[in-house]
């Protein structure tokens, strides 16, 4: 932790002070792949490589790796790195409940080492903007990646940057004050240094950076959320990978303006 410059050090300090709240207040399945809250996982969306059997993943700012259990649970051999010693230790446990293996590391995904060898799918569920060079990191990763391989993020949507605005009971929609450089989201916790910056970017921004990277976009989906308000405990629990109360409060603005943006990219064969 002390090897983390500045910026990554405030970032380990938020999300450890963090974690428990978050993955108490939080419900996200190990059943489905997650891209974001409230939105379908991969069993709707389909973005994943198959089989997944036998292939060796890397995730990025997993938290408790959920994603990275999912993909465990159908075969894969995971990596899965976190600046937050908290939130690997969720990781563990979560992994250890499942019975499954995964390779934990407490890392900067910014600094990716050689050691870590490559990879058939690199992926991250609102990882990337957290990174202070995204697309650095989108360089490296296409350096790990094998021949073939994938890489698969989800980036906050630079529309959901706005801020919402009711003018009257029939007008409501997103206030945004530039969508070429939407306000960043600086959180900051409560104790000193404990800050995070996640950035949002415009769209073809994103897309740029995979085919400056010399991949190839093979997706670019913004999904909407599903309707958690409608839907029955049981028909939420099997849809709805990532979902929390907090979430539910904005599903009339999720289902009007995407939150994510999901890509896909491949690396040739
Ligand atoms: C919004 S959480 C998402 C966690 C997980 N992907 C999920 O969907 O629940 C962002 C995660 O990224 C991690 N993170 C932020 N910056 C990082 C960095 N430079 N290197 C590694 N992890 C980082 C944080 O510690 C946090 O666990």
């Not at 994943?48 to 075969?75: D, F, H, I, M």
């Not at 650095?136 to 989800?154: D, Q, T």
């Amino acid at each position: 932790m002390d090897d983390f410059n500045g910026f990554t050090a405030r970032t380990a300090r938020y999300w450890d002070e963090l974690a428990n709240d978050y993955q108490k207040s939080t419900t996200i399945s190990v059943k489905d792949f997650h891209y974001g809250p409230l939105l379908p996982g991969d069993s709707e969306l389909n973005l994943l490589p198959k089989p997944l059997t036998g292939t060796r993943c890397l995730e990025l700012g997993c938290g408790a790796a959920q994603n990275s259990v999912y993909l465990a649970r159908k075969g894969a051999e995971c990596v899965a790195v976190d600046v937050s010693r908290e939130q690997l230790n969720h990781a563990e446990k979560l992994a250890d409940g499942y019975g499954v293996s995964l390779d934990l590391q407490l890392l900067d995904m910014e600094a990716l080492p050689e050691e870590l060898g490559t990879f058939d799918l690199i992926h991250s569920a609102y990882g990337v903007p957290f990174a202070a060079n995204p697309e650095a990191l989108i360089r490296r990763c296409a350096e790990l990646l094998r021949p073939g391989g994938v890489l698969l993020f989800s980036l906050g949507h630079p529309v959901y940057a706005g801020e919402w605005t009711e003018l009257d009971e029939e007008e409501r929609g997103i206030f945004l004050t530039s969508y070429f450089d939407p306000t960043p989201d600086v959180r900051e916790g409560e104790g000193e240094e404990a800050v995070v910056c996640a950035r949002a970017y415009p769209v073809s921004e994103g897309v740029e950076w995979i085919l400056r990277a010399g991949l190839r976009l093979t997706a670019l989906r913004e999904p909407a959320a599903l309707p958690v308000h409608q839907m029955e405990r049981e028909e939420r629990r099997k849809r709805v990978p990532y979902y929390s109360p907090e979430w539910a409060e904005q599903v009339f603005e999720m289902q009007r303006f995407p939150i994510v943006n999901i890509l896909r990219a491949e690396k040739a064969v």
